[in-house]
């Protein structure tokens, strides 16, 4: 969600007290169906302040999945952020299905609360059967208005179809090493992405020397293996003087940019805001890239960035998360009519 400079950092050190983050599950409820409206993505039970984030896995049947964050403005006008699943046939219009990740209180602390997003959604044809579609996000404890990311860690979850993910167990994301991440300060932003066997997963390196990375899965240790740090903020900063750092990875199988193989998907950060989007194809035999392939410009004075794409969906295409600070719902997921 609200990537602003904001710009969710997953702590290293996990905890708050000995609590975990809780996720309670909704109970079976009637399913709702919206219309993509003039360009924006609707959902029948979006929060009084919008959403973001979309996160988007097609099942092998051809329905198009997604998660995406759900922002509920309370009273004391502090933002709460939940995770939500919903499904399409055609990319345009959305049935919501299950809460995966709620708003939950912190044992106690009466004022603090688990935020969870920034979910990335894959289907994972190679796993076993229980375990072929994964959730990947990112939780952490707000109190009031402080987000306090030092509580916060990327969890994951892993269950037979999308809905049976509002049941599985939380799992803490486990490295084989830490020797080429030991300066992140912080790890955020998950982007999860599945080519032949293997199953890669993207995340910003908050450090002196920011930088997105791309680590794999050991499917027999079931650990992530640092493969690549393609994108410096340094090689974004190049491109203008008015970039400051680079966020948001998103890996994409089959984009046009990337003819065929992987395109990793990045927003460049504009001081505290998002400033569009840069499309990059990846070589994943050394996770190196070149320049840019393709940019979605952002709009100016707003967060506009944090883009998605499936390939499958070509009547959907790029979706983009923006804001409009001056009016409530301050979050959106636009819909730009652009097909790379």
């Known amino acids: ?26 109970e079976p409820q009637e399913v709702l169906c919206d219309d993509t409206a003039d360009g924006e993505l609707v959902f029948p039970s979006s929060q009084n302040n919008g959403v973001f984030d979309a996160s988007i896995a097609i099942a092998p049947d051809g329905r198009a999945w997604m998660a995406y964050s759900v922002v509920n403005r309370d009273a004391e006008g502090d933002d709460h952020v939940a995770t939500r699943l919903a499904s399409s046939d055609d990319g345009l219009t959305w049935c919501e299905s299950v809460a995966l990740g709620q708003t939950s209180a912190v044992n106690g602390y009466p004022a603090a609360s688990w935020n969870n997003e920034v979910a990335s959604l894959v289907f994972d044809a190679h796993a076993p059967i229980d375990e072929r579609w994964k959730l990947f996000w990112h939780a952490y404890v707000l109190i009031g208005s402080e987000r306090h990311f030092e509580t916060g860690r990327i969890l994951w979850r892993a269950a037979e179809s999308p809905e049976g993910l509002a049941s599985a167990s939380d799992r803490p994301l486990v490295f084989d090493t830490w020797e080429e991440l030991s300066d992140c300060v912080v790890l955020t932003e998950p982007g999860a992405v599945t080519h032949d066997d293997h199953l890669f997963l993207a995340l910003q390196c908050q450090a ?84 840019p392939l393709q940019v979605f410009a952002g709009a100016p004075a707003e967060l506009t960035g944090a883009c998605e794409l499936d390939s499958a969906l070509p009547a959907l295409g790029l979706v983009v998360s923006q804001t409009t600070l001056l009016t409530q719902p301050v979050f959106h997921l636009r819909v730009p009519g652009v097909f790379w």
């Open 1 to 26: 969600m609200m990537r602003a400079r904001l710009t969710f950092f997953i702590a290293l050190v996990a905890s708050c007290g000995r609590d975990e983050p809780r996720t309670p599950k909704d």
């Open 208 to 291: 002196v020397d920011q930088r997105i990375v791309v680590t794999e899965l050991d499917r027999n240790s079931g650990a992530f293996v640092f493969r690549g740090a393609p994108i410096r903020a340094g090689d974004v900063e190049a491109l203008s003087p008015l970039i400051t750092g680079v966020a948001a990875p998103a890996l994409v199988a089959g984009a046009s940019a990337s003819a065929g193989g992987l395109t990793l998907i990045v927003s460049p950060e504009v001081g505290a805001l998002y400033g569009g989007c840069l499309a990059y194809a990846l070589d994943i035999s050394t996770f190196a890239v070149g320049s």
